[in-house]
């Protein structure tokens, strides 16, 4: 088989997924701030999750789902009225926590190594988390499904899941990238006011994001 029809199809797969994901988000918000603080041990199902889940997201576009999506609305105005609150409330605790004098607390506690060893974070509230602002999205099923699945379809028969393997490489490499680089910024958010600073971004980008949300409709 040429590389034209299956190198060329998953290059182009993979700009469009990072062109899709790599942007200011609920999901990558949260994991830009779990990567300071949480240990490997939790980041690597966390970003698995993520990767996974744009996998299954994108391989069922394909096969065809995108057309069940686009057929049941009532579908999204779920997903788009409990995502929202859902939010809403995320962003307005963030707010709450960089409002508050007490933010030391939340500077990653670290070994004799200088290594954040992730103490205070649940592995099962980390996952839970990040399942909500991956699911309980509704632009993730536009995106994903609906228009990443229809631009699949439109390559040729015998490129079709190059081009899809290549979307599914983006979102392994930038979560990853994402989860495992934001530990890079620990000499930063070792100042109590660093971790203010992002956690007013974080309700700002939060509240925005689920209020665009529940006027969407």
Same mark, same amino acid.
């Given at each position: 088989?040429?590389l034209?029809?299956?190198?060329l199809?998953?290059?182009?797969g993979?700009?469009t997924?990072?062109? *899709?994901? =790599?942007a200011?988000?609920a999901q990558?918000?949260? %994991?830009?701030?779990? !990567?300071?603080?949480? @240990? +490997?041990?939790?980041?690597l199902?966390?970003?698995?999750?993520?990767?996974?889940?744009?996998?299954?997201?994108?391989?069922?576009?394909?096969?065809?789902v995108?057309?069940?999506v686009?057929?049941?609305?009532?579908? *999204?105005? =779920?997903a788009?009225?409990v995502?929202s609150?859902f %939010?809403?409330?995320? !962003?307005?605790?963030a @707010? +709450?926590r960089?409002?508050r004098?007490?933010?030391e607390?939340?500077?990653?506690t670290?070994?004799?190594?200088g290594?954040?060893?992730?103490?205070?974070?649940?592995?099962?509230?980390?996952?839970?988390?990040v399942?909500?602002?991956?699911?309980?999205n509704?632009?993730v099923y536009l995106?994903?499904?609906?228009?990443l699945g229809?631009?699949?379809?439109?390559?040729?028969p015998?490129?079709?899941?190059?081009?899809?393997?290549?979307?599914?490489?983006?979102s392994?490499?930038?979560f990853?990238s994402l989860g495992?680089?934001a530990?890079?910024?620990?000499?930063l958010?070792?100042k109590?006011?660093?971790?203010?600073?992002?956690?007013g971004?974080?309700?700002?980008?939060?509240?925005?994001l689920?209020?665009r949300?529940?006027?969407?409709?």
């Amino acid at each position: 088989m040429p590389l034209s029809s299956t190198l060329l199809p998953a290059l182009l797969g993979l700009g469009t997924g990072l062109s *899709l994901i =790599v942007a200011i988000g609920a999901q990558n918000a949260y %994991l830009l701030k779990l !990567g300071v603080v949480a @240990a +490997r041990r939790i980041m690597l199902p966390v970003v698995l999750l993520c990767a996974l889940s744009d996998a299954v997201l994108i391989a069922a576009g394909t096969a065809g789902v995108g057309a069940v999506v686009q057929r049941a609305p009532d579908v *999204l105005v =779920v997903a788009r009225v409990v995502g929202s609150g859902f %939010l809403i409330v995320y !962003g307005l605790l963030a @707010a +709450r926590r960089a409002l508050r004098r007490g933010s030391e607390s939340m500077a990653p506690t670290t070994d004799s190594a200088g290594v954040g060893n992730g103490k205070g974070i649940r592995l099962g509230s980390a996952i839970a988390t990040v399942a909500a602002f991956t699911w309980l999205n509704p632009h993730v099923y536009l995106d994903a499904v609906v228009f990443l699945g229809s631009l699949a379809n439109q390559q040729a028969p015998n490129a079709r899941w190059w081009w899809v393997g290549g979307a599914v490489c983006a979102s392994f490499v930038w979560f990853f990238s994402l989860g495992f680089g934001a530990r890079l910024l620990r000499p930063l958010f070792g100042k109590p006011l660093a971790w203010r600073v992002l956690d007013g971004l974080i309700a700002v980008v939060m509240v925005a994001l689920g209020l665009r949300l529940a006027l969407a409709g």
